[in-house]
């Protein structure tokens, strides 16, 4: 199945050019390292990520100094610093971090603390766990020489004071590109990275829904869920209402999907038929999207509404971002 997006962009050392060609990365096999990313906001992940791989950092080194960047950005309101907090007021981020040979670390409803996927990190590297959540995951921090942090700006609690004067719990699609800084959002970053030698791995850090519950974890740190990385096979990121995703292990589907002889855009595609034959009215108005990264370097992504994006950065460190097609529409 042939993709042909509605925008196709490059993005090199010198600035924004605008590409001629008319086929997606999806539609063919990549040589050499690369980096996938969603949204927007995926380019200058990707292109800290390439920078780390090209100065000889190993792929992990890489993809977490990608999630670094948007988790640093306050106004980036969907990850790290200045995410919008839960309905308690309360911001608590999620993030993980896995390569092909079963390597994993995350932690789930983590305080006081910027770069929850460097924690995930830690958690991998320095404990015999997987998984660390709420006081644990931050007293594992903080004893580890993670600097405290107050992840409330001023932008993010202002939306929540304002927030509070009706409680209205009401997400909107594709928010992070639509209504940059808006407050209603349900995204991560998912990036993923394969490297010269052909390994693979991936990452994904967020603060969740905004005014959401105080302990809710979605599916972005959830092997299977916000990520799946098989080696020889591929790596699958998802973003969107975690919740949705959770129902299907949605990553770890795409992934198997991939090992089952589908193409990278297509196990995509096929994850999200699932999602929405299974619940049917109750996602006609909700996103979710999975890019996906064979092993053999093809790229695809599949959403239920049309507006995801995602970046592919080649080994040469050039980026081009690409629209997804949606199921509806």
């Given at each position: 199945?042939?993709?042909?997006?509605s925008?196709?962009?490059?993005?090199?050392?010198?600035g924004?050019l605008?590409?001629?060609?008319?086929?997606?990365?999806?539609?063919?096999?990549?040589?050499?390292a690369?980096?996938?990313?969603?949204?927007d906001?995926?380019?200058?992940?990707?292109?800290a990520?390439?920078?780390k791989?090209?100065?000889?950092?190993?792929?992990?080194?890489?993809?977490?100094?990608?999630?670094?960047?948007?988790?640093a950005?306050?106004?980036?309101?969907?990850?790290g610093?200045?995410?919008?907090p839960?309905?308690?007021?309360?911001?608590?981020?999620?993030?993980?971090?896995?390569?092909?040979a079963?390597?994993?670390?995350?932690?789930?409803?983590?305080?006081?603390?910027?770069?929850?996927?460097?924690v995930?990190?830690?958690?991998?590297?320095?404990?015999?766990?997987?998984?660390?959540?709420?006081?644990?995951?931050?007293?594992?921090a903080?004893?580890?020489?993670?600097?405290?942090?107050?992840?409330?700006t001023?932008?993010?609690?202002?939306?929540?004071?304002e927030?509070?004067?009706?409680?209205?719990?009401?997400?909107?699609?594709n928010?992070?590109?639509?209504?940059?800084?808006?407050?209603?959002?349900?995204?991560?970053?998912?990036?993923?990275?394969?490297?010269?030698?052909g390994?693979?791995?991936?990452?994904?850090?967020?603060?969740g829904?905004?005014?959401?519950?105080?302990?809710?974890?979605?599916?972005?740190?959830?092997?299977?869920?916000?990520?799946?990385?098989?080696?020889?096979?591929?790596?699958?990121?998802?973003s969107?209402?975690?919740?949705?995703v959770?129902?299907?292990a949605?990553?770890?589907r795409?992934?198997?999907?991939?090992r089952?002889?589908m193409?990278?855009?297509?196990?995509?595609?096929?994850?999200?038929?699932?999602?929405?034959?299974?619940?049917?009215?109750?996602?006609?108005?909700?996103q979710?999207?999975?890019?996906?990264?064979?092993?053999?370097?093809?790229?695809?992504?599949f959403?239920?509404?049309?507006?995801?994006?995602?970046?592919?950065?080649?080994?040469?460190?050039?980026?081009?971002?690409h629209?997804?097609?949606?199921?509806?529409?």
């Amino acid at each position: 199945m042939t993709v042909r997006p509605s925008r196709r962009t490059v993005i090199g050392g010198a600035g924004l050019l605008t590409a001629a060609a008319a086929l997606p990365a999806a539609a063919k096999p990549a040589a050499g390292a690369m980096i996938v990313s969603t949204w927007d906001f995926g380019a200058t992940a990707n292109a800290a990520a390439h920078a780390k791989l090209a100065a000889g950092g190993s792929l992990l080194d890489a993809l977490e100094a990608g999630a670094r960047v948007p988790e640093a950005d306050p106004e980036i309101h969907t990850v790290g610093l200045g995410g919008y907090p839960d309905r308690d007021g309360r911001v608590t981020l999620d993030a993980v971090i896995m390569d092909d040979a079963g390597k994993v670390g995350a932690v789930g409803a983590l305080e006081d603390v910027v770069h929850a996927v460097s924690v995930a990190r830690a958690v991998m590297d320095k404990t015999p766990h997987t998984m660390l959540v709420g006081d644990g995951a931050t007293r594992f921090a903080l004893a580890n020489g993670f600097p405290k942090a107050n992840l409330l700006t001023p932008a993010a609690e202002a939306a929540w004071r304002e927030w509070l004067k009706t409680s209205n719990y009401s997400p909107v699609a594709n928010v992070e590109n639509r209504v940059p800084g808006g407050a209603w959002n349900h995204d991560t970053i998912g990036i993923l990275g394969r490297d010269a030698a052909g390994r693979l791995a991936g990452a994904c850090t967020t603060s969740g829904m905004a005014f959401k519950i105080h302990g809710r974890v979605g599916d972005s740190p959830q092997v299977g869920c916000g990520l799946y990385v098989e080696a020889g096979v591929g790596a699958a990121t998802s973003s969107g209402v975690g919740e949705e995703v959770i129902r299907i292990a949605g990553s770890a589907r795409v992934v198997g999907s991939i090992r089952h002889g589908m193409a990278p855009m297509e196990a995509c595609r096929e994850a999200v038929l699932h999602i929405a034959k299974l619940r049917g009215d109750a996602v006609k108005d909700a996103q979710v999207g999975f890019l996906a990264l064979g092993a053999d370097g093809r790229v695809g992504a599949f959403a239920l509404l049309p507006g995801f994006t995602y970046a592919v950065t080649d080994a040469a460190g050039r980026t081009v971002m690409h629209k997804a097609l949606g199921l509806q529409g």
